[in-house]
């Protein structure tokens, strides 16, 4: 399956299961009543998952390097500072929340488990395949950094 890797941008990949999260709900299979506690655990996931981007894209124009998740032998820095203290894939965390927001707002088991398989799915065909990449490029300095932070929270 190295044909998928970094092959789909994480961002329209997200969009995808978004959508498929909708249709799934739309079936009311696995429909749960949350009630006003589900809308705000959602409200506050996609608040969190806001700032975890913002706070990842400033990181990046710091250190004027890439945010082509298509394209990760590009890079021109290391970026461990700040959010990357946290968690070594920021973006994908939010992205991630903002699923689980999503699930949650649908009120849908079956929506909150497309976006647990999005989170699998982006493990393999993105960020291990990033990591290998970064590996290459800034050797030692990665490894370390590796030990210290995981690679989602």
Known sequence: ?????????????????????YGVATLELAHFDSG??????????????LVFCALAIIAFRRVDTTVNPTSPSSSSALVTSGIFRISRNPMYVAFLLFLLAWGLYLADALAIALALLFQRYLTAFQIK???RALR????????????RV????
Do not use: V
């Open 36 to 49: 006003n506690y589900g809308l705000t655990a959602a409200a506050l996931l996609f608040c969190i998952g």
């Open 129 to 131: 395949p990033e990591e």
């Open 1 to 21: 399956m190295k044909a998928l890797e970094t092959k789909i941008p994480p961002l329209l990949l997200m969009l995808a299961f978004a959508g498929a999260m």
């Open 136 to 147: 290459r490029l800034f050797g030692d300095e990665y490894d370390a950094y590796l030990s």
């Open 150 to 153: 995981r690679r989602w929270l």
